[in-house]
Nanobody, 114 residues
Framework: QVQLVESGGGLVQAGGSLRLSCAASGLTFSTYAMRWFRQAPGKERELVAAISSGGTTNYADSVKGRFTISRDSAKNMVYLQMNSLKPEDTAVYYC????????WGQGTQVTVSS
């Protein structure tokens, strides 16, 4: 079955960096668009960054210039490099894989202290 496993979350001070990883298995990774979402307490889940099967990237305005999404199809991995973190980036971050349907990971907590 399809599995998406996120890692790399944690506690960081404002201005710091984290790199999230998502390991995908059970799917033809190269055909899937991959996305990172986040959900803060009391808020709706929001799209943070996306990368198509061909490598085209898109970002939420709130993270442009600070976050970078990338993928390694040889390793079935997708990454989210997060720099210049702000307290408002605090959320649970989810990896998602989309083709004919969308699969979700279990999420990883990112906490940015001021």
């Amino acid at each position: 079955q399809v599995q998406l496993v996120e890692s790399g979350g944690g506690l960081v001070q404002a201005g710091g960096s984290l790199r999230l990883s998502c390991a995908a298995s059970g799917l033809t990774f190269s055909t899937y668009a991959m996305r990172w979402f986040r959900q803060a307490p009391g808020k709706e889940r929001e799209l943070v960054a996306a990368i198509s099967s061909g490598g085209t990237t898109n970002y939420a305005d709130s993270v442009k210039g600070r976050f970078t999404i990338s993928r390694d199809s040889a390793k079935n991995m997708v990454y989210l490099q997060m720099n210049s973190l702000k307290p408002e980036d605090t959320a649970v971050y989810y990896c998602a894989a989309s083709y004919s349907r969308t699969y979700w990971g279990q999420g990883t907590q990112v906490t940015v202290s001021s």
